[in-house]
């Protein structure tokens, strides 16, 4: 892999990193608010939390699989 596609690839691991942390992350809160813990609003936090993960697990999965193939078809 040449050193601009390696660049390429460490732009394009930290993207899907970041955005899995954050899938984590908000799926973390939903968890916490569903069961009450955040006391204003718990429900609501919980719903919009649970519909961004949702999104963001759909938009990793485009991601992934689009870097995936970028990746096999780069040289070694």
């Not at 429900?43 to 939390?49: D, P, T």
């Not at 993960?53 to 040289?75: G, M, P, T």
């Amino acid at each position: 892999m040449d050193d601009s596609a390696n660049r390429i690839f460490k732009m394009k691991f930290a993207k899907l990193t970041m955005m899995l942390n954050a899938i984590i992350f908000l799926a973390a809160i939903a968890i916490l608010a569903f069961f009450g813990l955040i006391p204003i609003y718990s429900i609501q936090i919980a719903a919009i939390c649970a519909v961004i993960v949702l999104v963001l697990s759909v938009l990793f999965v485009k991601h992934y699989k689009r870097d995936k193939a970028w990746l096999h078809e780069q040289e070694d």
